[in-house]
């Protein structure tokens, strides 16, 4: 069984405006993943949309864990905190997420 997270971002001010803005935040993000110690982490992805259909989401994180207790650490790493305080929180329109287990 695994444990996967999917939260979608709709952005708003600066990050709407300026590519470069989600740029840093998704190399923040990648950097995190990779120098983070994170057991039972399986897969990670994040991007912005691609455009091809109107009325999605600007971008969307994709994690795969091997149970919930992964994602728990995950999702209360400090890094992790921090780039959503710095650079996410302020930024977002809407967000949506979902955490499902298979």
Partial sequence: MSFTHVVTFSWTGDAAEDPAVVDGIADALRRF??????????????????????????????????DVD????????????RIITEQIAHRVGQRTAVQFAE
């Fill in 33 to 66: 993943i990779a120098d983070a110690d994170l057991p039972g982490l399986r897969s990670w992805s994040c991007g912005r949309d691609a455009g091809i259909a109107t009325g999605n989401a600007d971008f969307a994180v994709l994690g795969v864990f091997d």
């Fill in 70 to 81: 992964a994602f728990a650490v995950y999702r209360d790493h400090p890094e992790h905190r």
